[in-house]
């Protein structure tokens, strides 16, 4: 949960934590811990097509499972709910196939 509310630093949003229990509706972001699924989550609204509130829309595998996380479990969680949040999966970006070039630091 602390991890995930980053996002709001840098995106106007809060996010509201409640037991599995307490969903009511089918926009609600719905998170599983299955350690025999990779990370995935649906992107932004896609979670409505969710039937069920018992059905979740986002895996994050065994993260957080340890007291300590490490700086890839901070990123695959702050990852995954960007896609909950509605950035897109970089291959569904329509930019997918262009190549960029870095420039050093204070060349334009």
């Not at 995954?80 to 970006?93: D, N, P, T």
């Amino acid at each position: 949960m602390q991890v995930a509310s980053e996002w709001s630093t840098w995106a106007n949003i809060r996010f509201s934590f409640v037991d599995a229990g307490q969903v009511k509706t089918t926009r609600s972001v719905r998170v599983m811990f299955d350690e025999n699924e990779g990370p995935w989550s649906l992107v932004a609204r896609a979670v409505e097509g969710v039937e069920s509130v018992r059905e979740p829309t986002m895996n994050l595998g065994n993260v957080g499972r340890e007291e300590y996380m490490s700086d890839e479990e901070c990123g695959s969680i702050l990852h995954e709910f960007g896609h909950a949040i509605g950035f897109l999966h970089e291959h569904q970006s329509i930019r997918r196939d262009e190549k960029i070039t870095l420039r050093p630091e204070g060349n334009v």
